[in-house]
């Protein structure tokens, strides 16, 4: 792999085309269906997973760059990344209805070819979750039988989450953020503080010339709802392809993934809109 990469990093620039700059050899090859015999719509399975992977990176790829952003205190450019995430989002929630091409019967054709395999096993899209705020320490001791997944996950838990940065960016700029949320250990799961709400809710209601941190908090919630969308979309379609039948992960199925549904990354941010009604009316 190393070599391979020194090889790559001497390319000459006349070597330099668009198969060999996007290493196409090597993507290309990865596509490697398992049921023999093979059966036609393993291939189709395989590569809208390994697309949603290499998604997943570049969302990374992207959240890692927003505290950067945040600390400079530069709120366009971080909108301008959550712009670029929540697109690539959008993408991934209308990426589901590929599945819906592939038939309950087409699937149980190479379904025995995925072993225990599971999307609950997408490393990438837990990191997602952590880099967010929302750590569940399930997962540390479900990722514990790959050691180097664990150590990811572990890292991503150690850092500040992408709210803990954006609270931490509004403090900066006076909103009165509660301190033992600005102190918080981090590697615990956010949980809900009401003076916390109380002023993420007067933010909302008096912006004054601090509408951007409105359209920061707003743009979270729009990757929130992403996400959610995701998820739903993603029972449905289980729904429909697998009905209420054990996944090969080993969880009950559709039903275990309905109970997932209310996992959000900012509990906050969703209940300043119960804090604004109630005051409201
Ligand atoms: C025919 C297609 C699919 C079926 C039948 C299916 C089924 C399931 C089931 C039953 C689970 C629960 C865990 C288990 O027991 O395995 C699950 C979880 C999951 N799947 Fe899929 N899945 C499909 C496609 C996908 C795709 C394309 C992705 C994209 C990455 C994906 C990502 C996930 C994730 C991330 C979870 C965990 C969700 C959570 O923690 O809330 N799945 N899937």
């Known amino acids: 792999m190393e070599q391979a990469a020194t090889e790559y990093g001497k390319l000459e620039f006349e070597d330099l085309n668009y198969a060999t700059y996007l290493r196409l050899d090597r993507l290309l090859a990865l596509q490697e269906p398992r049921s023999r015999p093979p059966h036609h719509d393993e291939m189709f399975f395989v590569v809208i997973h390994q697309a949603y992977e290499l998604w997943f990176k570049e969302i990374l790829h ?18 301008k990344v959550l712009k670029r995430v929540r697109a690539i989002l959008d993408v991934l929630v209308r990426q589901i209805g ?23 096993q ?9 880099a967010c705020g929302l750590r569940e320490p399930f997962f540390l001791e479900f990722f ?9 996950l572990r890292a991503r838990m150690e850092q500040p989450s992408v709210y803990d940065h ?15 949320v600005l102190e918080r250990d981090v590697t615990r799961p956010h949980e809900l503080d009401e003076e916390l709400v109380g002023a993420l809710a007067d933010l909302y209601r008096n ?5 951007h941190q409105v359209l920061l908090a707003e743009a979270l919630l729009d990757l ?3 996400w959610a969308d995701w998820r739903s979309r993603h029972v449905l379609m289980v729904n429909r392809t697998i009905g209420g039948r054990p996944g090969t992960g080993g ?3 559709a039903a275990f993934l309905e109970s997932r549904l209310d996992r959000r990354f900012f509990p906050d941010l969703w209940e300043v809109r119960n804090r604004i009604f109630a005051e409201g009316s």
């Open 122 to 130: 997408s490393l990438q899209f837990r990191e997602v979750e952590f």
């Open 144 to 152: 514990s039988r790959w050691p180097e997944a664990e150590a990811r």
């Open 98 to 120: 590929l599945l819906q091409t592939l038939t309950p019967v087409e699937f149980a054709g190479f379904r025995h070819a995925l072993g225990t395999g599971s999307g609950f």
């Open 224 to 226: 929130d709802t992403a």
């Open 251 to 253: 969880s009950s199925g």
């Open 166 to 180: 954006f609270l931490r960016a509004l403090a900066r700029e006076g909103v009165p953020i509660p301190q033992r």
């Open 207 to 211: 912006p004054e010339d601090a509408y």
């Open 62 to 79: 992207e959240l890692d760059y927003l505290p950067h952003h945040l600390e400079e205190g530069s709120v366009s450019r971080a909108l």
